[in-house]
């Protein structure tokens, strides 16, 4: 079975713009999360959706959003980009309620912000 | 200014020998928990997991332990090898989180020959 795939892979932008990172996850599971690595701040939360809805938010700002497809495929949002937003950016998919909840990651999209 | 990156705490292991991986997670509500093993350049991959109604569980090749008590969790691999070789990240969660959860900051594991 397929796993979760993010496109795309990596990419490049410029202080102002915006970035769509897109996630499809594996079928069958219908939340998804998105995480943000960085070498200074580690692997943190940004949001999860389930049923189009977003369940979920971590702590960043609003320049930050999500949404989520009737298919259960996922993007994210990043306008207004800052240097600090260079991070490899993490989606996972879960088979969410009644389960233990394991997520299932992909490759990540690195984005670059000069 | 340039941020400070984690320092991540290294374990290096001769090939063939048991390795231990430490951590201290934060929150007593927790009640689920999970290590991931994350190869350069990949995301992060499932290891193992346990509850905490659980103070111990194995699987092939490692074995993990909860201390409630002390909020301790750790991860031991048996007879290490070189493709072992990754950072490890312990995460806790409480089950009605689902997706959310809170990631340590990771051990950089080196296999030695």
């Known amino acids: 079975k397929a796993g979760v795939t993010q496109t795309p892979r990596y990419l490049i932008k410029t202080r102002g713009q915006q970035v769509t990172l897109s996630c499809s996850p594996i079928?069958?599971?219908?939340?998804v999360s998105w995480y943000q690595q960085t070498p200074g701040q580690g692997l943190q939360f940004l949001f999860e959706?389930?049923?189009?809805?977003?369940?979920n938010k971590g702590n960043f700002p609003g320049r930050f959003s999500g949404r989520q497809f009737s298919n259960s495929r996922s993007e994210m949002n990043v306008s207004t980009l800052e240097l600090g937003d260079s991070a490899l950016y993490l989606c996972?998919?879960?088979?969410?309620?009644?389960?233990?909840?394991?997520?299932?990651f992909g490759e990540g999209s690195r984005l670059t912000v000069l | 200014g340039e941020s400070v990156g984690l320092h991540l705490p290294t374990l290096s292991v001769q090939e063939g020998d048991n390795s231990i991986i430490n951590c201290a997670y934060s929150?007593?509500?927790?009640?689920?928990f999970i290590w991931y093993k994350q190869e350069s350049g990949k995301g992060p991959q499932f290891i193992i997991d346990?509850?905490?109604?659980?103070d111990k569980r194995q699987g092939q090749r490692v074995t993990v332990l909860l201390n409630k008590t002390v909020k301790h969790l750790s991860l031991q691999i048996a007879a290490t090898q070189p493709g072992d070789s990754a950072v490890y990240f312990c995460?806790?969660?409480?089950?009605?989180?689902?997706?959310?959860?809170?990631f340590g900051a990771g051990t950089q594991v080196v296999v030695t020959p």
């Open positions: 346990i509850r905490s109604n659980m």
């Open positions: 929150n007593s509500a927790s009640d689920y």
């Open positions: 996972a998919s879960s088979l969410a309620q009644g389960h233990t909840g394991e997520l299932f």
């Open positions: 079928s069958g599971h219908r939340s």
């Open positions: 995460a806790e969660k409480r089950t009605d989180s689902w997706g959310k959860f809170q």
């Open positions: 959706y389930f049923s189009e809805t977003q369940r």
